[in-house]
T-cell receptor, first 110, second 115 residues
């Protein structure tokens, strides 16, 4: 299987830093996505990691460890608008099947 | 605008009925994915097509079927509808194949309500 696990909910304070973790089964793994989804809206792409290490993009960074089947999304200088669900998704297999975790609902509080 | 078009945006129907959801992928994308998202739930993978052929299947019910046509648009057919089928149905597309970066571009979804 390609089980993707991430925490269900997190709460963080405006201006702070939050790290959302994701683990996955490594069989057939090709790459790891993070998407942001506001309630009732379509997911929007945040990042894609193929190689080990940290990729930084503005306030958002994503880390991947292929050997450990582990990734995290780091959000800095949190803003109220960052309140959303963050979906970890793995790209698996020769046909590039994309499997999503259940998402982490982040609430940013003043 | 992702370039992926889904119709209808909203649909209300009764139990036992059948509906068809339609998706037009981004220009040039060969892969189409269908996902179901129930209230406060994650995205459940239903099925994937690549250039007209089925490539991967998730937990898609037998009452559901899909296809991708030669012009690459796709349809998801839901029949004998039950209350539990009420959900947001997303279509996504990607380039697909070995050149695929894998990034999915999502449509705005079709919200199905079964009464």
């Amino acid at each position: 299987g390609q089980n993707i696990d991430q925490p269900t909910e997190m709460t963080a304070t405006e201006g702070a830093i939050v790290q959302i973790n994701c683990t996955y089964q490594t069989s057939g793994f090709n790459g790891l996505f993070w998407y942001q989804q506001h309630a009732g809206e379509a997911p929007t792409f945040l990042s894609y990691n193929v190689l080990d290490g940290l990729e930084e993009k503005g306030r958002f960074s994503s880390f991947l460890s292929r050997s450990k089947g582990y990734s995290y999304l780091l959000l800095k200088e949190l803003q109220m608008k960052d309140s959303a669900s963050y979906l970890c998704a793995g790209l698996f297999g020769g046909y590039q099947k994309v499997t999503f975790g259940t998402g982490t609902k982040l609430q940013v509080i003043p | 605008d992702s370039g992926v078009t889904q119709t209808p945006k909203h649909l209300i129907t009764a139990t036992g009925q059948r509906v068809t959801l339609r998706c037009s992928p981004r220009s040039g994308d060969l892969s189409v994915y269908w996902y179901q998202q129930s209230l406060d739930q994650g995205l459940q993978f239903l099925i994937q097509y690549y250039n007209g052929e089925e490539r991967a299947k998730g937990n898609i019910l037998e009452r559901f079927s899909a296809q991708q046509f030669p012009d690459l648009h796709s349809e998801l057919n839901l029949s004998s509808l039950e209350l539990g089928d009420s959900a947001l149905y997303f279509c996504a597309s990607s380039v697909g194949g070995t050149a695929n970066t894998g990034e999915l571009f999502f449509g705005e979804g079709s919200r199905l309500t079964v009464l």
